[in-house]
């Protein structure tokens, strides 16, 4: 009787250390909370190395340079779930080249929560929650030659357009710029 029960432990053990070594970081763990100041705590145990592997195999929606490189479904489903409504939220990571041996890593956590959009981008100081009413994809024509460009912009302005947003990141008239409904700027795609 006593050997039954060690070996029922032992199995019961061996179990739990492969389901915990086999845990997968998920969006679902993201959580939108906040500290005694207000500010985001999403980005206090970020890893000092990181790679696009190591993005892959955590579940993030990867981008190269602003080419998707990983895990693109999580964005749709994404898009999916806050159309209807639901809380959703979603770890973005963005990898620039520099030069062949660097490469600099963004981290963006975007919430959908109680019916608005929450961006954090870990490079921003402000870690403070601004809410939007929309997540805007804008299409159109940018660059020299032109080409078709799409960025995703968060607003509370429906009816900003793709020109008005490419215009006022690359103005240097403040008129201009303050004349443009505030946005933040979630990506180019």
Not at 102 to 109: E, G, K, L
Not at 149 to 166: A, E, G, Q, W
Request: hydrophobic fraction near 35%; charge should be negative.
């Amino acid at each position: 009787m006593r050997k039954i029960i060690v070996s029922f432990f032992t199995i019961i053990c061996i179990v739990g250390l492969l389901i915990s070594c086999a845990e997968k970081y998920d969006n679902q763990s993201i959580k939108f909370s906040f500290d005694d100041n207000g500010k985001y705590t999403g980005f206090s145990n970020l890893p000092t190395k990181y790679t696009v592997e190591d993005a892959k195999k955590d579940g993030c929606f990867v981008k190269q340079d602003s080419k998707d490189i990983a895990n693109k479904e999580l964005w749709n489903s994404f898009i999916e779930d806050a159309s209807k409504g639901k809380n959703t939220s979603i770890r973005i990571v963005k990898f620039y080249t520099e030069t062949e041996d660097d490469t600099i890593v963004y981290f963006n956590d975007l919430f959908f929560d109680d019916d608005y959009y929450y961006l954090f981008d870990s490079s921003s100081e402000n870690q403070k929650k601004q809410p939007y009413q929309y997540l805007l994809m804008l299409e159109g024509k940018f660059g020299n030659p032109l080409r078709d460009s799409r960025v995703v912009v968060l607003t509370n302005d429906n009816t900003l357009k793709f020109n008005d947003v490419m215009k006022s990141l690359v103005s240097s008239n403040m008129e201009y710029i303050k004349s443009v409904s505030p946005y933040r700027l979630v990506m180019f795609e």
